[in-house]
C-alpha cells in the first residue's frame, strides 16, 4: 500500500522565503528507491501554512528512508529553525482514484491545481463515510472533466481522519464542477 506522508509547517512571515528555500534541500529524495514524488505549496486558507505531501511506494520503502536518509538530509538543512512548528501524519491508501492519468505521481506532475480534503468523521459514521467515497465521490470524479487522478488515504494512527488528494488540469475544472 502506498504511504502518503502530510507535513504541515506554520511559519511567520518573515520566514517564509527562507522554508521555502531550506524545503529544496529534500530534492534529495529523488534517487532513494520507493520514492514516488512529493508536491507542496502553501495553505489557501491559511498563507503561513506549509503543506507537503511525500508519496512512497510502501510502508518497507518509506521505513528504509527514516531509518537511512532521513537524518542526513535534516543534517543538510536549516529548515528547522524556519518554522513555529510542524505536524506530521502518516497515510496510508486506502483506494488509488484513476483519472486521466493511472499513477499518482504522473497526476501530480501533470497538474495545475491540486484538492486536499481532510476529514475527521465521528467514530460511528466511518463505514458510511468510507461507502460513499468508495460507490458515490470516486467514481464521480474518474469520470469528471479534467480530473487526472487522486487517493483516498486513511492515517496509519488516526484512524477517524481521511485524506482525499485530488489532481487537476487546472482549478477551473475542479471549480466549476464541483
Known amino acids: 500500500m502506498m504511504i502518503i ?44 501554512t506549509a503543506c507537503i505531501f511525500a508519496f512512497w511506494e510502501n510502508q518497507e520503502a518509506y521505513q528504509y528512508f527514516m531509518e537511512k536518509a532521513h537524518d542526513e538530509i535534516l543534517l543538510h538543512s536549516n529548515q528547522s529553525s524556519t518554522y513555529k512548528s510542524i505536524d506530521v501524519t502518516l497515510y496510508e491508501e486506502s483506494v488509488t482514484i484513476p483519472g486521466s492519468e493511472k499513477k499518482i505521481i504522473h497526476a501530480i506532475e501533470d497538474s495545475k491545481y491540486v484538492r486536499v480534503a481532510m476529514a475527521q468523521v465521528k467514530p460511528d459514521h466511518v463505514d458510511h463515510f468510507i461507502d460513499m467515497q468508495k460507490t458515490i465521490w470516486n467514481p464521480g470524479m474518474m469520470v469528471a472533466e479534467g480530473f487526472l487522478g487522486g487517493s483516498f488515504a486513511i492515517p496509519k494512527k488516526r484512524m477517524r481522519d481521511f485524506l482525499v488528494f485530488t489532481c487537476w488540469e487546472n482549478e477551473r475544472f475542479y471549480v466549476e464542477k464541483h
Not at 40 to 46: A, R, V
Open 5 to 48: 506522508k502530510v507535513i504541515t509547517c506554520k511559519v511567520s512571515e518573515e520566514s517564509k522565503e527562507d522554508f521555502f528555500e531550506e524545503q529544496k534541500i529534500w530534492k534529495a529524495l529523488s534517487p532513494l528507491n520507493g520514492f514516488l514524488g512529493q508536491v507542496g505549496g502553501w495553505s489557501n486558507k491559511e498563507p503561513l
